[in-house]
């Protein structure tokens, strides 16, 4: 059986930093469509930041510069770190594994209950 694990949620303070992990049993994260995603109560699921079809990492506008999304194929975990965090962060952060499909990423395969990460301001 598959499951992806988050590591656990956290509070932080606005600006600081923080690194998620996320780790898979059951199944090894390929080197494309893998990635985080995060929710927020009353609003969508929003792309954080992934590895598309191509296997180039592609960040959300606004996390751009302050997020670096990485996988570690020795520990078989997708690592998301977080820097200047700022309240708007605030968010379930979930991780998810997808496929290839016509050269972009079905996202349908396996996701993460999620973490929860709130920033205080």
């Known amino acids: 059986q598959v499951q992806l694990k988050e590591s656990r949620e956290d509070s932080v303070q606005a600006g600081e930093s923080l690194t998620l992990s996320c780790r898979a049993a059951g199944y090894t994260f390929s080197d494309h469509c893998v990635g985080w995603f995060r929710q927020i109560p009353g609003k969508g699921r929003v792309r954080v930041a992934i590895v598309d079809a191509t296997g180039a990492p592609i960040y959300a506008d606004d996390v751009k510069g302050r997020f670096n999304f990485s996988r570690d194929s020795a520990k078989n975990t997708l690592d998301l770190q977080m820097n200047d965090l700022r309240a708007d962060d605030t968010a379930q952060y979930i991780c998810?594994?997808?496929?290839?499909?016509?050269?972009?990423?079905?996202?349908?395969?396996?996701w993460g209950q999620g973490t929860q990460v709130t920033v205080s301001s």
């Open positions: 998810a594994a997808g496929r290839r499909v016509w050269e972009r990423c079905q996202f349908d395969l396996y």
